[in-house]
């Protein structure tokens, strides 16, 4: 049997659950899938195996979903794509065969906590670890041409007896950040594995919801031929994006706090107070002088019927900031403490038509990854160094800033720039020490 491969035939995946409209969409099945490297130090790789094996199997039990596959067969699901997989009672050891894998040779020791980041994506994103795009060409017509899962996950020696990697893959067309930190926090042998399952069944009704909470306008713009044509240009034709990736210093994150607390009470807004977030995506609005940029947000919590944090799936979208909403700190926090539809106004510009969009727009875009992950432990004793989000560089649209947690209690920024120096972005941004300058200097 081939890693990613389940030889079943179509009575083993008994149930199918229609996807959302995004997620049949060629927006999600051509994206890349959701991946991340961990990083250990004092456990051998065979001992991180074994248990991170059985954690997987844990898992499956309680989210058979992810041993599923995506299929389109429209006499018997209809137009819409279906997630099919087996609500396992006992997993069988070919099912996690198809997952699981330890020590691939394209990436035995190839990989190692040192190397250069650029390196790390090409030697992973080539390698059997990556879940591939479902796209043009994976969709087939009918469940038992495909045996291709859409869960990956990858244990590997990375240069030493005492060290090792975990890599861990999911389709993006089944699982956003919300979806998949929640899965790959589950596999840490300090998460409750009794409680929290995921519900894979897809809350139809939220599709237009969530348009209506965007904003009809906003929706519209981020599909739109100007934004799309834009977005493909910068990825295809501009610049190479180069990475800066840094701490967060508390200090200065401290400092501008206490100043948008002191305006807040100036104003009268008692209740207003900024999250990192906030202070991070102004800082990185002002640093693009962007036209306009685009924040995603999780609609979980914030739309009527998805209220509850734990629908599998992906119910993130974006929210359009322009200068007026993200010059400030305070700005960010007022849009998304406004509720549903989140932009009222774009301040006195309406928003860019096709030329404007294709020829003169600065975008930037930023994504928060750090709200999702505390530390994976599969072996006590076994320390977590570094935890990296893998992304395609050459994919890279326009300016791109990523939040998330190279480690427990710490967070930090990968800002991938086509337009800036090291010092520009420094001066700017809210940034202290290096995440590491072997990586990412």
């Given amino acids: 049997m081939k890693f990613g491969i389940l030889n079943r035939d179509e009575n083993y995946f008994s149930v199918a659950e229609p996807l959302l409209p995004v997620e049949s969409s060629a927006q999600l099945t051509q994206e890349a899938a959701v991946t991340t490297v961990t990083f250990f130090s004092g456990a051998s790789t065979e001992a991180v195996a074994e248990v991170a ?78 879940v591939p795009r479902l796209g043009p060409g994976y969709l087939y017509k009918s469940a038992i041409d495909v045996g291709r899962l859409l869960t990956r996950m990858t244990v590997v020696s990375s240069g030493s007896d005492e060290s090792c990697a975990v890599i861990f893959s999911i389709s993006h067309t ?54 799309i044509g834009a977005a493909a240009m910068g990825a295809m034709f501009g610049k190479k994006a180069r990475l800066y990736t840094y701490y967060v210093d508390e200090t200065k994150i401290a400092a501008e706090k206490a100043i948008c607390e002191e305006r807040a009470l100036k104003e009268g807004k008692e209740t207003i107070i900024v999250s990192h977030n906030d202070i991070i995506t102004s800082a990185f609005g002002n640093c693009v002088g962007g036209r306009l940029i685009n924040m995603a947000v999780n609609w979980r919590g914030r739309v009527e019927g998805i209220m509850d944090p734990l629908y599998a799936g992906n119910y993130e979208y974006v929210l359009w900031l322009d200068k007026q909403q993200y010059q400030s700190p305070l700005g960010v926090r007022e849009c998304l403490q406004s509720g549903p ?4 106004s774009h301040g006195d510009r309406p928003l860019p038509g096709m030329w404007e969009a294709l020829t003169k727009c600065k975008f930037g875009n930023i994504v928060n990854w750090a709200g999702f992950i505390g530390e994976l432990v599969f072996v006590e004793g076994c320390e977590q160094r570094l935890h990296v989000p893998i992304v395609p560089m050459n994919l890279i649209p326009y300016e791109t800033c990523l939040i998330f947690r190279p480690i427990a209690n710490r967070l930090a920024v990968m800002y991938f720039s086509k337009r800036f120096g090291r010092d520009e972005i420094l001066e700017k941004m809210p940034f202290g020490e290096p995440v590491s300058s072997n990586m990412f200097g």
């Fill in 174 to 227: 089944i699982a956003d950040g919300h979806t998949y930190y929640h899965i790959l926090n589950k596999l840490s042998i300090t998460s409750d594995l009794l409680q929290s399952p995921m519900q894979v069944k897809r809350v139809q009704e939220a599709g237009p919801k969530m348009i209506e909470a965007q904003g009809k306008a906003d929706y519209d713009f981020t599909t739109s031929i100007g934004h």
């Fill in 341 to 344: 539809p989140y932009f009222k």
């Fill in 53 to 130: 094996r059985e954690r997987l199997r844990m898992v499956l039990k309680s989210n058979p979903w992810i041993a599923g596959k995506v299929v389109k067969d429209t006499k018997k699901y209809g137009k819409r794509c279906q997630l099919v997989f087996s609500p396992l009672n006992d997993v069988p050891d070919d099912v996690i065969d198809a997952i699981f894998q330890v020590n691939p040779p394209e990436l035995t020791d190839k990989i190692h906590p040192t190397m250069k980041y650029e390196e790390l994506c090409k030697v992973v994103s080539s390698s059997s670890a990556i």
